[in-house]
């Protein structure tokens, strides 16, 4: 006899059950599900369904090295202090050559591990095209199912433009780095631009200082400056600035209850929906050869069709449909 | 690229006591994921009830323990926290210096193999591989 759960040989309804009951090895277990899509996955969210909606979904996302894990290790620490629970959705890279992958962020996160009211989980980034935040928003509301009331999603390190995570989290926040740029990189579109909440973390830093006016000056210059996004000073590590990050956070929540919830969750199904519909349509097309897509790629080889006329002209045919 | 048989083996890499030489690890860290395997890995130092915790919530098929300075006697106090926990069907490999005297109880104890210094990359990852496979298959058929 053992209470170790096998999926594939239980009903997704009696995982569920066990999963909402808060069962440690059956979230586990439901998030590997998950994790790994099909008709699995499918059925078990669909019983999980009725219990999500009730966590705080927060998205820490930023350059490699900015301190995205320490500070991740530090908020845990924080929410802990007020006796909420906290699950983390640790993301790093799968290799494209092997899909292998190195899943290191619990190195600083080691003090939580055996606090039960904290439930830490690795997840590989396994390709790209829209999986990443389509997994990645399943494992949340497994967590969100399972009662846990706060979930943080750290995203692998981003670049200037990987901006998936708000595809998946009701609040951003946007780790810097000092000295990583000058205030023309602050200036850039990209990721800064969908920060809910905007952190200059190893504030220990000489160069701090000037990184943050420089960020300061990049708010007060948009368009919609009215649009208030807190700028933090932290250093993580020291757990300096820690409990002022979880107050921009939870006021940053809060007017988000303000606006609306339900609208921006349908905002964020728009833009999930958007994204793995366009991966499903990349990965299909990639994978087909066939007469009338050789016609229509012949003819742009040519130059007789620019790419955006044969973009459109592709999804009104049925060449890239293979059911 | 949906059933479970496909999804990547994932594989906790750890030390246990107080022992914080990590080159081993890491290099065996390396191998398994160039060998594409999504590989766990955490500071060393770490106690008996913490990778019990971590190889639960992180629903890995495998532990790797490396040691280096008699650590290795820590692995049957493992291997029973395991079997409490439920997670007895996990199976716990152990890699760097174990003297030839231990390795017997070490087995004996519940572990499945013991790699010694010139242990070979492509015997390292085929012994993983392996016995992941072996206890993903096993899970599958638990009764309840």
Request: contains cysteine; aromatic residues 2%; hydrophobic residues 45%.
């Amino acid at each position: 006899m053992s209470v170790r759960p096998a999926v594939e040989s239980w009903g997704a309804s009696d995982l569920a059950a066990r999963v909402r009951a808060g069962n440690r090895a059956s979230i586990a277990r439901a998030i590997s599900t998950v994790e790994a899509g099909g008709k699995a996955s499918a059925e078990l969210l669909k019983a999980l369904h009725e219990a999500t909606g009730r966590a705080r979904l927060f998205g820490i996302t930023g350059a490699p090295g900015v301190g995205k894990s320490t500070l991740v290790g530090a908020l845990i620490a924080e929410l802990r202090n007020g006796y909420q629970s906290v699950a983390v959705i640790a993301v790093d890279p799968s290799s494209p050559v092997t899909g292998g992958a190195i899943l290191g962020d619990r190195v600083r996160m080691t003090q939580h591990v055996e606090d039960d009211g904290v439930f830490i989980r690795s997840l590989a980034s396994r390709g790209s095209g829209g999986g990443l935040s389509l997994a990645t928003s399943r494992v949340a509301e497994v967590l969100d199912a399972a009662g846990l009331e706060n979930v943080i999603i750290e995203t692998v390190g981003a670049g200037q433009s990987e901006i998936d995570v708000i595809d998946v989290a009701d609040i951003t926040t946007v780790v810097c780095a000092p000295g990583l740029g000058d205030d023309i990189q602050a200036m850039k579109a990209g990721l800064l631009e969908v920060a809910d909440v905007l952190v200059v973390n190893k504030a220990d830093d000489p160069m701090a200082t000037l990184t943050v006016n420089q960020l300061e000056s990049m708010l007060a210059l948009r368009s919609d400056a009215g649009r208030k996004v807190p700028l933090l000073k932290t250093a993580a590590r020291d757990a300096v600035g820690i409990p002022e990050l979880a107050d921009a956070l939870n006021q940053a929540f809060e007017k988000l209850d303000q606006q609306g919830r339900a609208e921006r969750r349908l905002q964020r199904m728009q833009r999930l929906l958007a994204t793995v519909a366009g991966g499903i349509v990349a990965r299909r097309l990639k994978a087909t050869r066939g007469r009338r897509l050789d016609q229509l790629l012949t003819r742009m080889a040519a130059g007789e069709l620019d790419v955006e006329t044969a973009a459109v002209a592709l999804l009104k045919s049925d060449v890239w449909r293979q059911d | 690229m949906s059933t479970s048989a496909q999804r990547p083996y994932r594989v906790l890499v750890s030390k246990i006591g107080l022992d914080g030489h990590d080159r081993g690890s890491r290099i065996v860290a390396a191998y398994l994921r160039d060998a594409g395997m999504e590989v766990i890995y955490t500071a060393p130092w770490q106690e008996v009830q913490a990778l019990v915790r971590m190889a639960s919530d992180e629903d890995v098929d495998l532990i790797g323990i490396s040691s280096l300075a008699t650590d290795h006697l820590l692995l049957p106090k493992l291997l029973e926290a395991l079997r409490a926990a439920d997670l007895g069907d996990l199976p716990v490999v152990v890699g760097g210096i174990v003297p030839d005297e231990d390795e017997q109880a070490l087995i004996e104890a519940g572990v499945r193999r013991v790699f010694h210094p010139g242990s070979s990359r492509d015997e390292i990852v085929s012994t993983v591989a392996a016995l992941a496979a072996e206890a993903r298959i096993q899970r599958k058929t638990e009764s309840f």
